[in-house]
């Protein structure tokens, strides 16, 4: 099953989000915390340690972990993208659905989808972001509901990415270090 998802983006802002000066590691660590985040946040919900696996290639740039992932309610604000919009506060959190996991994505990459199981829907979602229609960016995105749900955790995998990166993610020692 498909729906739409509002993920506001104002055009100039976006561009300057994404073009902000920012090192991959600044990149990489923001969506490590967030991955942090959202297993204390969620805790309660599992018994296991957080696990986060990295991977890349000159293709694409995945993060995955077994945290509590994102729910149906979350991605309607998880992927919002203006200066207008208020974003809700979590106490011991350091920005929930901020600008971190949309910016250091789109520093890596043009193309993120994210794949979520949600410890809170015990459902799992894939949502592309940004949508673009003739290179448009659209201020909606498809979030399609999987039929199966498989453990919750969140995925994102990123791709066409960005020319300033290609030399950092042929050398693994730089990143892993």
């Given amino acids: 099953m498909k729906t739409s998802i509002p ?9 300057t989000v994404r073009f902000e000066k920012l090192e991959l590691v600044s990149a990489i660590a923001e969506l490590i915390d967030n991955s942090i985040g959202s297993y ?19 293709d694409e740039f995945i993060i995955q972990d077994n945290a509590g992932g994102i729910s149906l309610e979350g991605f309607s604000s998880a992927l919002l993208v203006s200066p207008k919009i208020q974003r809700t506060n979590i106490p011991n959190d350091v920005g929930q659905y901020g600008l971190g996991m949309k910016k250091s994505s789109l520093w890596i990459g043009n193309t993120i989808e994210f794949t979520s199981g949600s410890v809170i829907d015990k459902k799992s979602y894939k949502v592309i972001w940004p949508k673009r229609v003739d290179e448009i960016i659209q201020t909606e995105a498809d979030l399609e509901v999987l039929p199966q749900y498989n453990g919750h955790g969140l995925k994102i995998r990123i ?7 290609t030399n950092n993610f042929i050398n693994e020692n730089k990143i892993k270090r």
């Fill in 40 to 58: 204390f946040r969620n805790k309660i919900h599992f018994n296991h340690q957080l696990r986060i696996d990295i991977s890349w290639n000159l």
């Fill in 7 to 15: 993920t506001y983006v104002d055009n100039n802002y976006l561009d």
């Fill in 159 to 165: 791709t066409n990415l960005n020319d300033w990166n």
